[in-house]
Nanobody, 126 residues
Framework: QVRLVESGGGLVQAGGSLRLSCAPSGRILSRNGISWFRQAPGKEREFVASIMWGGDSTVYRDSVKGRFTISRDNAKNTVDLQMNSLKPEDTAVYYC???????????????????WGQGTTVTVSW
């Protein structure tokens, strides 16, 4: 069993930055993938970024490339999402998710994930 706890959401102006953290606990293996998804009001949940828990492999959705960075903080044992140059369209509830095996082909597929956090809200205003 894996438990995921997100933190770091908040309100920020367009152009600003936020850093989200996902703290996994339980049986996490090096081959697991840890990802961030987001869901805006009235829209479907969409993939944001993914990283292999035991490595450096990453995947991003096109609209966040160059603005968002996913990384693992070994000291805190977290997966962080650094979000820069935020836009109002980035407003959403951000969820951390874990799957059994990191695979760049299936990382964007929500159904591939067995574990989800409760979410943290990011609001970007003009």
């Amino acid at each position: 069993q894996v438990r995921l706890v997100e933190s770091g959401g908040g309100l920020v102006q367009a152009g600003g930055s936020l850093r989200l953290s996902c703290a996994p606990s339980g049986r996490i293996l090096s081959r697991n993938g840890i990802s961030w998804f987001r869901q805006a009001p009235g829209k479907e949940r969409e993939f944001v970024a993914s990283i292999m828990w035991g490595g450096d492999s990453t995947v991003y959705r096109d609209s966040v490339k160059g603005r968002f960075t996913i990384s693992r903080d070994n000291a805190k044992n977290t997966v962080d999402l650094q979000m820069n140059s935020l836009k109002p369209e980035d407003t959403a509830v951000y969820y951390c998710a874990a799957n059994l095996v990191f695979d760049s082909r299936t990382a964007p597929v929500a159904k591939a994930y067995a574990y989800w956090g409760q979410g943290t809200t990011v609001t970007v205003s003009w």
